[in-house]
């Protein structure tokens, strides 16, 4: 079975700082994608990223940033120079296989203080 | 605006109380989604839908009930069977189109509260 394990539970930092959230999955799968949401404090969940397994190269999107290794199942998310607006709970999520259902993680909270 | 709306923002159960929740989606997407989130816990699936008139059970569907008449409506109803209902419920849709890797969007949830 899918499953996502964030185990940072709650991270805390001063505006500007780097923040780096830690994603293991396992999958029996040997293609798949990984996502990253978003949920601020209004509760909504906001869609970040979603990728390939196929391609293992970093990117980067303005202030974000995301680290895929497949030989570890790891897939962290960066954000560089944080703002007090980032501050959420962050979500790694990974589909199951051939069921259009999405296996969650249970979330790092990251808050950001100015 | 194309979206997914959630209705009511906020809901309360009374004892014994059946108690329907709203999603609609004007993004014409096939597939919706029921989750249930607890307070520092991660999404849990309780019910989807991949086509209209059909739906199937997720993780935690006992106590929970949906109907798909329309592509649009996702509606669920918390029935009286669900002992601890208090949660924050989120809808979402996805499109088929890609398979099970398309993105999944969300509305903007229901709060549910146990007089």
């Known amino acids: 079975a899918q499953k996502v394990t964030q185990a940072q539970t709650e991270i805390s930092v001063v505006e500007k700082e780097d923040v780096t959230l830690d994603c293991v999955y396992e999958?029996?799968?040997?293609?798949?994608?990984l996502f990253w949401y978003k949920q601020p404090p209004s509760g909504e969940l906001v869609f970040l990223i979603r990728?390939?397994?196929?391609?293992?190269q970093n990117e980067i999107s303005g202030r974000y940033s995301w680290n895929f290794q497949k030989s570890t199942s790891s897939f962290n998310f960066t954000i560089t120079a944080s703002q007090v607006v980032d501050s959420a709970v962050y979500f790694c999520?990974?589909?199951?296989?051939?069921?259009?259902?999405?296996?969650f993680g249970a979330g790092t909270t990251v808050t950001v203080r100015a | 605006d194309g979206g997914i709306t959630q209705s009511p923002k906020y809901l309360f159960r009374k004892e014994g109380q059946n108690v329907t929740l709203s999603c609609e989606q004007n993004?014409?997407?096939?597939?919706m989604y029921w989750y249930r989130q607890d307070p520092g816990q991660g999404l849990r699936l309780i019910y989807y839908?991949?086509?209209?008139?059909?739906?199937q059970k997720g993780d935690i569907a006992e106590g929970y009930s949906v109907s798909r008449e329309k592509k649009e409506s996702f509606p669920l109803t918390v029935t009286s069977a669900q002992k601890n209902p208090t949660a924050f419920y989120l809808c979402?849709?996805?499109?088929?189109?890609?398979?099970?890797?398309?993105?999944?969007?969300f509305g903007a949830g229901t709060r549910l509260s146990v007089l």
């Open positions: 990728r390939n397994s196929f391609d293992e």
């Open positions: 979402a849709s996805m499109s088929v189109l890609a398979g099970g890797t398309d993105i999944q969007y």
């Open positions: 999520a990974l589909p199951s296989d051939n069921d259009y259902k999405l296996s």
């Open positions: 839908s991949q086509i209209v008139n059909d739906f």
């Open positions: 993004l014409n997407h096939d597939a």
């Open positions: 999958t029996r799968d040997t293609t798949y994608y």
